[in-house]
């Protein structure tokens, strides 16, 4: 049986248990989890996906500057100014359109800038002398193909096979089965293998309390709505209290409705102030709600069927496990 420690008093309990038989405090799912249960159950008419749209600008909160993923010798480089030209997608998805229709893929993404987050295969130089790197597929030749320009060897430098990383550059199109960038640039780099237990541990904790604070602005961006400033819990009880009067098309939702409504509403409440607390306790901000790391994990979070490399790396495995707490 699967255990893991209450919040309030330490205490061992089930993960199946609603609350803990010690101290009574109810354990909750996480935020993408009650969030995505809420809509689907609550929104209908429209067939909503919980997923992050990955493939069209992000109206977003500003990036914060403490991002609590690198260790001293590979401070954290995410570019804060993200053009709104800029896609974010998964390396594997970039191979997979690629594959299905390289006409299409072609019509899509060539001359484009695209943002690639994914685990790192290979490390190279090619036959002539330019710095380039491999993004993990899942399959061993069909590998993102990203060339660097020279000024970018000191960062290129201080990166490792299977790290996380994300990378921008310019599509050019797919020689050999493998999609090309060129003008590479790093944007972010994840932990490295050296980095400590505890660093690790706090870095996982910080991603995982943002993630809960930023899980209400993500579905809303998903469902077409751009928030301002931080999300907080009453914008997502709007939202759902919205899809109710669309359910009913003008007539009244039942007493049952309303209180799972305000039910949500409060797990919200209560996992967001936890959140914050984490946060304040180890002093550090909360990470911007674009950020490479928390797409990621949301993606991998909601979409149990996603094979994509990063989904199995440990370090998104253990943020989502600290968020699911």
């Not at 570019?79 to 893929?105: C, F, G, H, M, R």
């Not at 994840?190 to 604070?213: I, Y």
Request: some cysteine; glycine content about 6%.
């Amino acid at each position: 049986m699967a255990l893991t420690k209450c919040k309030a008093c330490g205490n061992e309990i089930s993960r199946a248990a609603k609350s803990c038989p010690r101290c009574g405090e109810p354990r909750s799912a996480s935020l993408a989890k009650i969030i995505g249960a809420g809509i689907l159950l609550i929104v209908s008419g429209v067939a909503v996906t919980i997923a992050v749209s990955l493939n069209r600008p992000q109206s977003l909160p500003a990036p914060v500057a403490n991002s609590m993923m690198t260790d001293k010798a590979s401070s954290s480089i995410r570019d804060a100014s993200t053009a709104a030209s800029v896609l974010k997608i998964p390396s594997q998805q970039l191979v997979l359109d690629y594959q299905k229709n390289e006409v299409a893929a072609d019509a899509k993404y060539r001359n484009r800038t695209v943002e690639l987050t994914g685990l790192l295969s290979d490390i190279r130089k090619d036959a002539l002398d330019r710095i380039y790197v491999t993004l993990d597929s899942g399959e061993s030749w069909k590998q993102v193909h990203c060339t660097f320009r020279d000024e970018q060897s000191p960062l290129v430098a201080q990166l490792e096979k299977r790290q996380l990383v994300a990378v921008r550059g310019e599509v050019r199109g797919m020689v050999m089965n493998s999609p090309i960038l060129e003008k590479c640039t790093v944007t972010w780099m994840g932990p490295k293998s050296e980095l400590s237990q505890s660093n690790r541990e706090t870095a996982s904790l910080v991603a995982a309390s943002s993630l809960d604070l930023c899980a209400p602005t993500i579905v809303l961006e998903q469902l077409g709505k751009h928030p301002d400033g931080n999300p907080q819990a009453n914008s997502v009880e709007q939202l759902l209290l919205d899809g109710l009067a669309r359910k009913h098309d003008g007539g009244t939702p039942t007493a049952a409705e309303f209180r799972q409504v305000k039910d949500m509403s409060n797990q919200f409440n209560r996992m967001l102030k936890r959140a914050r607390a984490n946060l304040d306790r180890i002093g550090v901000q909360a990470m911007p709600c674009d950020h490479p790391l928390l797409l990621v994990a949301w993606r991998c979070q909601v979409n149990a069927a996603d094979s994509s490399p990063e989904c199995g790396s440990p370090f998104v495995k253990a943020v989502i496990a600290k968020q699911a707490h």
